[in-house]
């Protein structure tokens, strides 16, 4: 069975249904508070009452229309977080989509590769994008050489593996 949908990471809503969540909870604790104060359990005054009694009353004022404006565009940037897709995290190693691989993965491979081709003192890999690499190596001399063996070595290794696009640089080592 094959599998077409790549692995994706954590919704962008994730934060914001966290955070959601924590308040949810400290109104739970205030309600359970309010709870014990109402049976004699405990000592105090219930907030909550105390929260509404402020309210009643209160008239559409500037302040109030700009809090329920506020609150509108609260949940209009919720709701565009909730609908936007998470981000796809890997790449499709093989065509039939059955074995997946992440940028950074091939730019370990990348390195790793680039740091042992002939010429090179050193490299390093980044993932500037999703589907970058970009491969740093520092050769004594002759540059120019040594990346055109780079691409090779990384072409021939990855070749099929993974549709990253891999770019090498390479500066000069001091001397």
Known sequence: MSR?????????????????????VALAVVTVRDLAVAQGWTGGSPWLRDAVDGL???????????????????????LVLALKPAPVTHLPATADGDLWVSAHAVAALARR????SSGVVGASATVSRRHRVRVEVVAPRDTDQTVAGVRESIAADLDGFSPARISVHAQEAPR
């Open 4 to 24: 077409r949908n790549p692995p994706r990471g954590r919704p962008a809503v994730v934060p914001v249904a966290l955070l959601l969540a924590l308040a949810l």
């Open 56 to 78: 009643d009353g209160l008239g559409a004022t500037t302040a109030v229309v700009v809090a329920a404006a506020v609150t509108g565009l609260v949940g209009l940037v919720l």
């Open 113 to 116: 590769r680039a740091d042992r």
